[in-house]
């Protein structure tokens, strides 16, 4: 039998097969009037407790496959973004535009996004760095997806980004930005899945 973290379930499922051996081990001398209590019924009623209980072992270990999958991506993706930000510098993109994309990329890191050319105030200068801060816990996986996606859009529609690295190219950033859609959707779909089968 597959042992979960939910180890009560597995547990009652288990002690339940035992009580079945011990029934089975009385032979005929078990001879209950109620129909529920059967051998047979509860044999049933067992065989379909495991069932789910095996059920949502698998959606468990699905999830967790999933979550691992996203925080290895994110580390992936922070690398990227750092040298997304070497190129942004090397194409000669600027104004508006240039503020948007080190916002995006201030908002992946975790940091308050403001535009690049937006001058500290006075308050802000004499404050323990709240304009710095990073998001910590809070700062989630899917803020930083959302950021990096809204990178990519931003830099598709920026003529003058352009880069001779394959990881860099706009295409690659868009498949990587797809594949990101994908895992997300993919995750949040075998939460569901598990806390159906968790109710079961």
Same mark, same amino acid.
């Given at each position: 039998?597959?042992?979960? =973290?939910? +180890?009560? =379930?597995?547990?009652?499922?288990?002690? %339940?097969?035992?009580?079945?051996?011990?029934?089975?081990?009385?032979? *005929?001398?078990?001879?209950?009037?109620?129909? #529920? $209590?059967?051998?047979?019924? /509860?044999?049933?009623?067992?065989?379909?407790? *495991?069932?789910?209980?095996?059920?949502?072992?698998?959606?468990?270990?699905?999830?967790?496959?999933?979550? &691992?999958?996203?925080?290895?991506?994110?580390?992936?993706? +922070?690398?990227?973004?750092?040298?997304? *930000? !070497?190129?942004?510098?090397?194409? +000669?993109?600027?104004g508006e535009? $240039?503020?948007d994309i080190?916002?995006?990329?201030?908002? %992946? !890191?975790?940091?308050?996004? =403001? @535009?690049?050319?937006?001058?500290?105030?006075?308050?802000?200068?004499?404050? @323990?760095?709240?304009? @710095?801060?990073?998001?910590? %816990?809070?700062?989630?996986?899917?803020?930083?997806?959302?950021? %990096?996606?809204?990178?990519?859009? /931003? $830099?598709?529609?920026?003529?003058?980004?352009?880069? #001779?690295?394959?990881?860099?190219?706009? *295409?690659?950033?868009?498949?990587? &930005?797809?594949? $990101?859609?994908? /895992?997300?959707?993919?995750?949040?779909? @075998?939460?569901? #899945? =598990?806390?159906?089968?968790?109710?079961?």
């Open positions: 039998m597959l042992t979960t =973290k939910d +180890g009560g =379930k597995a547990r009652q499922v288990e002690n %339940f097969e035992v009580l079945i051996n011990l029934v089975t081990s009385l032979g *005929a001398s078990y001879n209950p009037i109620k129909d #529920n $209590l059967k051998l047979v019924n /509860l044999q049933a009623l067992h065989t379909d407790a *495991a069932k789910v209980l095996n059920d949502w072992t698998v959606a468990h270990r699905n999830t967790e496959r999933l979550a &691992s999958l996203r925080k290895d991506e994110v580390k992936n993706l +922070g690398s990227l973004v750092t040298l997304i *930000a !070497r190129e942004v510098k090397i194409c +000669g993109i600027k535009v $240039l503020g080190k916002g995006a990329i201030r908002q %992946f !890191r975790g940091y308050k996004a =403001k @535009s690049a050319t937006e001058a500290p105030s006075n308050a802000e200068a004499t404050t @323990s760095g709240e304009s @710095s801060k990073r998001g910590g %816990f809070n700062h989630s996986v899917s803020r930083k997806y959302d950021a %990096f996606q809204s990178l990519v859009e /931003l $830099l598709e529609n920026t003529p003058e980004y352009e880069s #001779n690295d394959p990881d860099l190219t706009i *295409a690659n950033l868009k498949a990587k &930005s797809t594949y $990101l859609d994908t /895992l997300v959707s993919d995750y949040s779909l @075998s939460l569901v #899945n =598990k806390e159906k089968q968790r109710v079961q």
